[in-house]
């Protein structure tokens, strides 16, 4: 599966610090439950890239709005 195949699959996630000094990225789902384990500096490198993406897609977003006229004023009378 690719980054950018839709899918059908649900899931809830959670993210907190566990007894030992690791952060966890907890799924779950219907049939599954993924528990990632990071040091701290290892979740540090995660979030920066998180927070890059958003940043990537915020701008892919407002391109291909501004490509397809969402978002723009209304030309003519009003």
Do not use: C, W
Request: no cysteine; hydrophobic share 35%; glycine share 10%.
């Amino acid at each position: 599966m690719s980054i950018n195949k839709q899918s059908d699959i649900a899931g809830d996630l959670q993210i907190g610090p566990t007894d030992h000094g690791m952060v966890r990225i907890y799924i779950v789902g219907e049939d599954f439950e993924f528990p990632f384990d990071f040091d701290p500096e290892e979740a540090e490198d995660i979030a920066e890239e998180l927070m890059a993406a958003a940043e990537q897609a915020r701008a892919i977003a407002e391109d291909q709005s501004g490509k397809s006229g969402k978002g723009q004023k209304p030309k003519g009378k009003k």
